[in-house]
């Protein structure tokens, strides 16, 4: 009798534990869009570091637009290669100017393949320091807001560059919408929680 006692106690306990578990699981899973997007901080500065380089993006008219109220006087379109010599950048950069960017004032910075964006970002700081550039503004998917905010912000800052961090709003909005409900969407809020826990195991992405 008192061995079936403790059994029943433990597995009480169990229960108890793994709803505990559940629920803390589901409200994290639903707070991923506060813990993941930070407010807007469209600061003006002497270049427009784009890499919002998505299909369900409005990042190249939010950086066009943003270039044209004097935000910046540089774009720079930055990615790393998907094919052999083939860099989403280079069309990007197009598109920003058939926008209404100058040509000559919308460059690309290609990076090589790389196990995660903190191997990435000092190559990019490194870039603008040697232009002479004292401060950035960085347009990112808005999931990638928060984290970049921090782990680019703190490397910039070393560089001795300012640096803020926004994304176009239509994405948010888009993005927003029912998130919970569509694949595309939780697998970004999801992947993007995965990607940053990973990261913060290993001293060079960090």
């Not at 270049?47 to 190249?60: E, F, G, M, R, T």
């Not at 191997?119 to 950035?136: H, N, T």
């Not at 176009?168 to 888009?174: G, I, L, N, Q, R």
């Not at 927003?176 to 001293?203: E, P």
């Amino acid at each position: 009798m008192a061995v079936t006692g403790r059994k029943r106690r433990w597995l009480r306990r169990a229960f108890v534990s793994l709803v505990l578990f559940l629920a803390v699981c589901i409200a994290v899973f639903f707070a991923l869009p506060r813990l993941l997007i930070a407010p807007m901080n469209a600061a003006r500065s002497d270049v427009i570091l784009h890499v919002a380089i998505d299909p369900h993006s409005k990042a190249d008219d939010y950086v066009a637009h943003l270039y044209r109220q004097g935000m910046a006087g540089k774009i720079v379109c930055i990615s790393s290669q998907v094919s052999w010599e083939v860099y989403p950048a280079d069309y990007v950069r197009e598109h920003v100017i058939s926008l209404g960017a100058p040509a000559e004032n919308v460059t690309t910075l290609h990076l090589p393949l790389v196990p995660c964006a903190g191997v990435a970002v000092p190559m990019i700081a490194e870039f603008v320091k040697a232009r002479g550039w004292k401060s950035a503004l960085l347009i990112c998917q808005p999931e990638d807001s928060r984290y970049a905010g921090w782990m680019a912000g703190r490397i910039f800052e070393q560089a001795g560059i300012d640096l803020s961090v926004s994304y176009a709003p239509e994405d948010k909005e888009e993005l927003m919408q029912a998130w919970w409900r569509t694949h595309w969407k939780v697998q970004r809020f999801v992947g993007k929680a995965m990607n940053i826990a990973l990261d913060l195991f290993y001293s060079e992405c960090r």
